[in-house]
C-alpha cells in the first residue's frame, strides 16, 4: 500500500508501507493490504506504520485519513511534539 502523510505545512512520510494503525475518534483502527474504501477524522495520536525499514510513528494533532484502492491519504492538522 502506498501511504502519504501532510501537514498544511509539509509532507511528513511518503512511502510503501504493510500495515498503518491510526488513531480514530472512536478509538484505535488499522489498515491492511486491500481495505475496504474508508474516509475517517482522527484526533490527537500516534500513527503507527509498518514499511520494509521496520515500525516507525508520526505524533498527529488530529485530521483526516481516506483509503481508496489502496493508497492512504492523512491530511493530519499538525505534527504533536
Same mark, same amino acid.
Given at each position: 500500500?502506498? /501511504? ?5 505545512? %509539509? *509532507?511528513? =512520510? ?7 494503525? =491510526?488513531?480514530?475518534?472512536?478509538? /484505535? =483502527?488499522?489498515? /491492511? ?5 474508508? @474516509?475517517?477524522?482522527? %484526533? %490527537? &495520536?500516534?500513527?503507527?506504520? *509498518?514499511?520494509?525499514?521496520? #515500525?516507525?510513528?508520526? &505524533? $498527529?494533532?488530529?485530521?483526516? @485519513? #481516506?483509503?481508496?484502492?489502496? %493508497? $492512504?491519504?492523512? /491530511?493530519?492538522?499538525?505534527?504533536? #511534539?
Amino acid at each position: 500500500m502506498f /501511504l502519504e502523510v501532510v501537514t498544511p505545512i %509539509k *509532507k511528513v =512520510f511518503s512511502g510503501e508501507v504493510s500495515s498503518v494503525t =491510526f488513531p480514530g475518534v472512536d478509538g /484505535l =483502527f488499522q489498515v /491492511l493490504n486491500d481495505h475496504t474504501p474508508l @474516509v475517517s477524522t482522527l %484526533k %490527537k &495520536g500516534d500513527l503507527v506504520y *509498518k514499511s520494509a525499514k521496520g #515500525e516507525d510513528h508520526v &505524533g $498527529i494533532t488530529g485530521g483526516v @485519513v #481516506e483509503v481508496l484502492n489502496n %493508497k $492512504i491519504i492523512v /491530511l493530519a492538522d499538525g505534527l504533536a #511534539e
